[in-house]
């Protein structure tokens, strides 16, 4: 599955530069939760960005340097699990916090998410206000200020 949101996969130099902190990186392997996260994090003012495996999120977020990555756990060939652990190798991405958003909720599974380097742990399905509420908690952002 390509990138979905704003510009697709091949954003310019100049447009991640008016974007800079202001961008949302979501990955899933279900399109539609990628079209349900881009919705709500764009209604927020956000620049979204989704894809679909954990090798195009470690390719994606160091071109466009997320302040938040919304990781789903269960993808083929690599778990979010992984995806976090090598986000967490890579300096420029060290300190982006992740948020774990899965269907799995028992509490060897949070564990496992913490000890990735995981900041947070969402589970599906998702209640709209709340997953809105941690974005705006793990950005910085005051509510009704500008992304």
Do not use: Y
Request: a neutral charge; proline letters at 5%.
């Amino acid at each position: 599955m390509a990138a979905v949101g704003a510009a697709g996969a091949n954003p310019t130099r100049s447009e991640l530069e008016a974007r800079r902190g202001k961008i949302v990186l979501g990955v899933d392997d279900q399109p539609e939760n990628l079209i349900i996260l881009e919705s709500l994090v764009e209604a927020q003012g956000f620049t979204f960005f989704g894809v679909a495996s954990g090798v195009e999120a470690l390719s994606l977020a160091q071109r466009v340097s997320p302040r938040l990555i919304l990781l789903d756990v269960q993808m083929p060939d690599m778990d979010g699990f992984e995806t976090c652990r090598r986000l967490r190798r890579t300096s420029e991405l060290r300190m982006v916090p992740v948020a774990f958003l899965t269907a799995r909720k028992a509490v060897e599974d949070v564990r496992a998410g913490i000890a990735a380097g995981g900041n947070d742990f969402i589970v599906k399905p998702f209640d709209p206000v709340k997953l809105i509420g941690r974005v705006i908690h793990w950005t910085g952002r005051r509510v009704g200020q500008d992304a």
